[in-house]
């Protein structure tokens, strides 16, 4: 479908980012040798020219959460139900 997949790429990028374990979302991305400090932990998987941030964030279940649950491509890769946040 024409248009489609820059926002596929988006969508895939960031479910890329959930940690099944702990049931949420890392913080975001950080480039190679970022170094540590408050609100990073550059210490999850590269991926491209970018290093996931481990580190716990408020936002980052409930930023992501709503706009994906619903559609067909993301709807049921995890439980949207079943996500921890953190407060």
């Given amino acids: 479908m024409p248009g489609t997949s820059e926002p596929n790429l988006a969508g895939d ?3 890329a980012l959930f940690d099944p374990a702990l049931g949420r979302f890392y913080a975001g991305t950080v480039p190679p040798g970022t170094a540590a400090g408050p609100g990073i932990e550059p210490t999850g998987p590269q991926r491209g020219n970018d290093v996931i941030n481990v580190a716990d964030f408020l936002d980052s279940n409930s ?3 709503w706009p994906w649950r619903g559609t067909a491509r993301y709807g049921n890769q ?6 921890h946040l953190l407060v």
């Fill in 13 to 15: 990028f960031v479910m």
């Fill in 78 to 83: 995890i439980d949207w139900r079943d996500l």
């Fill in 63 to 65: 930023f992501t959460r």
